[in-house]
């Protein structure tokens, strides 16, 4: 098993930014995939930005130039520095971690919200 908490969410004005950290505890393997996802109202949740242990990025086209996914293997910690934030990056944000194939773990979410 993995447990994953999730802190740096909050309430920003346009424009903002904002830093969210993910820490892995437990079964951690060497190997994993780390990584954001969100999901806003209404809507399906969504890829936001995934990073793996050996630091391949992937992001998706909303936040491409705005947000910026980091991760510290010493401390199995992801981060995503959200920057230039809009109102439609409004979401509660999840984090994910990708064990292999099979596995895969959720944190409870941390609410994002933009507005002024």
């Known amino acids: 098993q993995v447990q994953l908490v999730e802190s740096g969410g909050g309430l920003v004005q346009p424009g903002g930014s904002l830093r969210l950290s993910c820490a892995a505890s437990?079964?951690?393997?060497?190997?994993?995939?780390m990584g954001w996802y969100r999901q806003a109202p209404g809507k399906q949740r969504e890829l936001v930005a995934t990073i793996t242990s050996g630091g391949s990025t992937n992001y998706a086209d909303s936040g491409k130039g705005r947000f910026t996914i980091s991760r510290d293997n010493a401390k199995n910690t992801v981060y995503l520095q959200m920057n230039s934030l809009k109102p439609e990056d409004t979401a509660v944000y999840y984090c994910k971690y990708d064990q292999d194939a099979i596995r895969s773990y959720w944190g409870q979410g941390t609410q994002v919200t933009v507005s002024s």
């Open positions: 437990g079964s951690i393997t060497s190997i994993n995939r």
